[in-house]
């Protein structure tokens, strides 16, 4: 299974953890996803390859800005 880990600006409280895992969650690409405001950083598990700029739109559409992206392998 692959995870993607992103950084993102822009999020202040468990509440836009909340919007974005909610949001992502919706891709049927992915299988779990885990927010964190605090350090600035979403982490992903995929269930099958997506492509990166929908995860991107997806974030940058509720207002947060990504800065940053990696892809590991686990």
Do not use: A
């Amino acid at each position: 299974m692959k995870e993607i880990k992103i950084k993102v600006k822009g999020m202040h409280c468990e509440g836009c953890e909340k919007r974005i895992k909610n949001s992502l969650g919706l891709l049927d690409e992915i299988e779990n996803v885990i927010v964190s405001f605090t350090n600035g950083e979403v982490t992903i598990k995929l269930k099958k390859e997506i492509n990166l700029e929908i995860i991107k739109e997806q974030i940058e559409d509720l207002g947060f800005e990504v800065i940053d992206n990696e892809k590991s392998n686990s």
